[in-house]
């Protein structure tokens, strides 16, 4: 299967900053990118979709001026958590689809945030 | 909630047992996915069946597709202790340009 990664794997920071997050497609063109959220125990929960070129869609309830996210090529997807709080800490998972998908969205590893 | 419901939520089996998970959706879809996520870490495809099949397997995996009843069945057999994970089901609506919607999820423990 296709290869997606996120950087970083672990993030810490204190309250009131703000954290990239990065997703690649490393082997194929994401035409679409998807970004979840999973709190502890918890299933995952769409945040956003993410067109290349295009802005993102967000799901009832989530604060677009908060996460902030860019498609900026078909390989990358970047969600920016601006001015995090420890509510915000969680587990974020990107996923990225393509055209030759054939309907299956392919993970990352997902990112762990947690906000002092 | 426009998520699916899965049970058990959790379950836990000796090692070579048989492990089943059901999963029930609440719109139309194309397709339906079973990943599997072990503590921490990113999630594992396993298995898409389509909207048309009934039944799908792949290796000690069988699941099984009901779209009158709108559930789906996740069958492990021969369990191993590898298998401990959580294991979500995912939908896709027909319109829903490939959204997925996550059941709650499983905690499967395998008891050596």
């Known amino acids: 299967g296709a290869v997606v990664s996120q950087h970083p794997s672990r993030v810490i920071c204190k309250s009131g900053t703000s954290v990239k997050i990065e997703c690649r497609s490393l082997?194929?063109?994401?035409?679409?990118m998807f970004w979840y959220r999973q709190f502890p125990k918890q299933s995952l929960m769409l945040m956003a979709t993410s067109n290349e070129g295009s802005k993102a869609t967000y799901e009832q309830g989530v604060e677009k001026d908060k996460f902030l996210i860019n498609h900026a090529s078909l390989t990358l997807s970047t969600l920016t958590v601006t001015s995090a709080h420890p509510e915000d800490s969680s587990f974020y998972i990107c996923s990225a689809y393509g055209l030759r998908s054939y309907n299956e969205q392919f993970f990352g590893p997902g990112t762990r945030l947690t906000v002092l | 909630s426009q998520q699916g419901e899965e049970d058990p939520q959790a379950l836990s089996i000796q090692e070579g047992e048989n492990a089943t998970m059901n999963c029930s959706y609440k719109t139309s879809i194309n397709n339906l996915q079973w990943y599997r996520q072990n503590s921490g870490r990113g999630l594992v495809h396993l298995i898409l069946?389509?909207?048309?099949?009934r039944e799908k397997h792949s290796g000690r995996l069988r699941v099984t597709l009901d779209t009158s009843k709108k559930s789906s069945s996740l069958l492990i057999t021969a369990s191993r202790a590898a298998d401990t994970a959580s294991y979500f089901c995912?939908?896709?609506?027909?319109?829903?340009?490939?959204?997925?919607?996550f059941g709650q999820g499983t905690r499967l423990t395998i008891n050596p």
């Open positions: 082997d194929f063109q994401a035409t679409t």
């Open positions: 995912a939908t896709d609506r027909i319109q829903g340009a490939q959204k997925l919607v």
């Open positions: 069946i389509r909207s048309n099949e």
